[in-house]
C-alpha cells in the first residue's frame, strides 16, 4: 500500500488499485471463477525470495529435528509419521512434517508475510483488517497417505458465500502430482459446504485435480474451495509455507495477541503489527488484564486507521 493510495477512496477503490498496481487482475479473476489461483515466481518471489525462504526452512528442520533434510532425495523424511500420527490415522503423514509458528524463526518470514503481492490478494479476500493465523512449513517426502480434501473455513457447513480465511501458499520445490502437490476441485468454494466422507479422497474424487507450480510461485484459495493433497511418488522434499489468514474476528490458529517481541513489531511497518493480531483484544483473564489489552490494541487500530486512511477502520470496517 502505497501512502499516495492511503489518502484517499474506499477500500473498494484502494484494493482495485493495488490488484493494478501489481498485475494481479487475471489471478483474481481465477480466485472468483476457479477458488484457487498460482501466482508465478517472478510476481510472488522477485529477488529470489523462494530460494531463501527454502534454505531458511530447512535450517528450522536441522534445528528441530537435528539432521539436514535430503531435499534430493527425500530420505529423512520418506513415510514419515510427524507430530500428530494419532490424529490422522493414516499409514504416514499425509502432509509430511509440519513446523509450526515459523514466524519467530528468522527475519526473512517477516518479509514473506509482508509481500505485498501476498497482502494484495490476502486484503481482497479477507478485507484489510485481515490478521495472520498461522504460518507453518510443509516438508514431505515420499509416502503413501494421500490428505484427504477440506475447506480451510473454521466453522460447520453451511458456510458463508465469503473468504472468512484464506491460504496463500509459497511453494519452494516444483509441484505436480507426482511430486505430491495440493488437489484442488474447481469451483468448489461456491458451494459453501465442506466434502462428505464419500467425496474427501482426492484420489477417488474425478472432480480433484492436481496444482502444478514451479517453486517460487503462491498459491492462493478461497477458505472455502475444496482441497487436500495427492501422496508423493517421486523421491526428493515437497516444501511449502501455508501463510493462512483470517477475519480478525475468527479464531486464529496461533496465539499472538501480546505475544509478540517489541522490537519485533518495531522493525516492521504498521501492518505488521495488526497482523500478528496486536490489535485484538479478546482472551483477557481479568479487568485489569482487559483494560490493559484494549489500551495496547487501541493503539494498533489508530495506526491502522493512519497506515490505510480509513477512518472506519477501528469501528465497523474492522469486520469487512
Ligand atoms: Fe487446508
Request: one cysteine or more; glycine letters at 8%; aromatic letters at 10%.
Amino acid at each position: 500500500m502505497s501512502n499516495s493510495q492511503n489518502q484517499q477512496g474506499s477500500s473498494l477503490e484502494q484494493i482495485w488499485n493495488e490488484i493494478r498496481e501489481h498485475n494481479l487482475e487475471s489471478f483474481v479473476a481465477e480466485l472468483d471463477s476457479k477458488g484457487f489461483t498460482v501466482v508465478p515466481p517472478e510476481l510472488a518471489c522477485p529477488d529470489d525470495l523462494a530460494g531463501r525462504l527454502l534454505k531458511a526452512c530447512l535450517d528450522v528442520a536441522e534445528r528441530r529435528n537435528g539432521e539436514r533434510p535430503d531435499l534430493e532425495l527425500g530420505t529423512t523424511h520418506a513415510g514419515f509419521k510427524g507430530h500428530y500420527d494419532g490424529l490422522t490415522g493414516t499409514v504416514d503423514s499425509p502432509f509430511g512434517d509440519l513446523m509450526q509458528s515459523l514466524i519467530f524463526e528468522d527475519q526473512l518470514f517477516e518479509k514473506a508475510l509482508m509481500n505485498p503481492v501476498l497482502l494484495t490478494l490476502a486484503s481482497y479476500l479477507c478485507g484489510y483488517s485481515v490478521v495472520l493465523s498461522s504460518m507453518g512449513c510443509f516438508m514431505k517426502g515420499p509416502n503413501v497417505s494421500s490428505f484427504a480434501l477440506h475447506t480451510d473455513t473454521p466453522m460447520p457447513s453451511p458456510l458463508p458465500p465469503h473468504s472468512m480465511v484464506c491460504n496463500l501458499t509459497y511453494v519452494l520445490t516444483d509441484m505436480n502430482k507426482e511430486n505430491g502437490a495440493t488437489a484442488f476441485v474447481p469451483g468448489s468454494h461456491k458451494w459453501c459446504r465442506d466434502p462428505e466422507p464419500y467425496e474427501s479422497n482426492p484420489d477417488d474424487n474425478p472432480k480433484a485435480v492436481a496444482v502444478e507450480a514451479k517453486a517460487g510461485s503462491l498459491v492462493v484459495w478461497h477458505g472455502n474451495t475444496w482441497h487436500g493433497a495427492f501422496n508423493r511418488t517421486a523421491p526428493g522434499l515437497r516444501v511449502s509455507i501455508p501463510v493462512y489468514l483470517a477475519r480478525a474476528y475468527v479464531r486464529s490458529q496461533e496465539g499472538l495477541i501480546g505475544n509478540v517481541p517489541q522490537e519485533m513489531l518495531d522493525r516492521n511497518e504498521p501492518r505488521f503489527g495488526w497482523l500478528l493480531q496486536q490489535g485484538l483484544s479478546y482472551g483477557y483473564r481479568s479487568q485489569d488484564d482487559a483494560i490493559a489489552r484494549l489500551g495496547r490494541a487501541g493503539d494498533y487500530v489508530k495506526a491502522m486507521v493512519e497506515y490505510t486512511g480509513q477512518q472506519t477502520f477501528g469501528s465497523k470496517a474492522l469486520y469487512d
